[in-house]
């Protein structure tokens, strides 16, 4: 019976190793630790009904629900942030500014001179292309500071960062404009006759786009590459200040899908709007299992990390955590979470865990 089952224990262990290994293992025993915890303490929070809203017409409505639609953004910028990452092996501060400055710039376009507008006055597909183009912008510029200046990519983003907001309220004379177009709150809402939020097929179609760029491009390798050793990604042909300029770029653009989904939802207010998002983009990648110094990296994983986030977030909510704590309790948890994370502190464990095995 040893003989036999020996031969299983072999064949199971390396699979074993490979899944804790594994870039995504962190986020989904995350992920599966907050669903227990809800199922022993509130089995309600998992219920899902169907409501009418205000339009009348029947929607899904629940914690769930709030998860998948108010984590949509941080999804969108979470795919951008991992490439950033991976490539320059820094962080883009600067998001939440240029939410606002990309929302700013779709406002001002589709109200025209009134800043309270009941109709588009323009196109609404020229108005996303143009705010796209502004976050671009903003990114190109991160990205040329990164790339081309060698300056230290929180040191870059900050300048944007610092100004990105004020650059929003210029756009529009430093008044807020609000649309009330039925058809502009379909993107941060619901899509008439349909009860799951539009937000969620926006970013599930961001999700499918990365996932066929990663698989028939050579992005990922590039990006990786560059991310895990500039110089020598240089000598075999690369161009890594392309590279990581690109990244910033397509940064840019994520933030402009996720400007419109911010300003769709409500009024922009150019001081709050996407206020601290950047940090929970950041986290989201940390949470993903990878490195904040560059190199390897999965996008499965930063995407998990996203909604992990936003679970614990409506989470904390339902058990009536003040608003002004929240930060404070999302801290402990996400740095717990990331220690584990670490490759040092897994290397560790992995010692003292032959070291026991050694020892019996």
Known sequence: MTKLQNPIKEAHEPLLKRVVRSQIFIPVVA?????????????????????????????????????????????ILAIGMTLVTAASGGQDISVGATIAVAGSVMLRLLCGTDARADTMET???LAFVVG???????????????????????????????????????????????????????????????PIPT???IAIACMIIIALVMKFTTLRLYTQSVGINSYSSR????????????????????????????????AI???????????????????GGNALSGGKFSMTGSIIGAYVIQFLTTTLFNFKVPSDALPAYKAVVVIILVVISA???RDKVSKMWKAVKGGK
């Open 31 to 75: 992920l599966a630790l907050l669903v227990i915890f809800n199922l022993i303490m509130d089995p309600s929070f998992f219920s899902i009904t169907l409501k009418q809203n205000n339009d009348g017409d029947p929607v899904l409505s629940g914690n769930l629900i709030t998860i998948l639609n108010n984590a949509s953004e941080l999804v």
């Open 123 to 125: 196109s609404l597909i």
């Open 132 to 194: 796209c183009l502004a976050s671009m912008l903003c990114g190109a510029f991160n990205g040329t500071l990164v790339a081309y200046f060698k300056i230290q990519p929180m040191v870059a983003t900050l300048i944007m960062y610092t100004a990105g907001r004020s650059i929003a309220a210029w756009v529009n004379g430093n008044k807020l404009p609000v649309l009330n177009d039925p058809t502009f709150a379909v993107f941060g809402g619901f899509i008439p006759g349909i």
């Open 199 to 201: 937000p969620v097929f």
């Open 235 to 266: 000598l075999n042909g690369l161009n890594p200040a392309f590279v990581k300029f690109l990244t910033y770029v397509i940064l840019g653009l994520c933030v402009g899908v996720a400007a419109l989904i911010k300003v769709s939802r409500s």
């Open 269 to 287: 207010n150019y001081s709050t709007i996407a206020k601290d998002i950047e940090m929970d983009a950041i986290l989201a990648v940390a949470l």
């Open 343 to 345: 490759p040092v502190f």
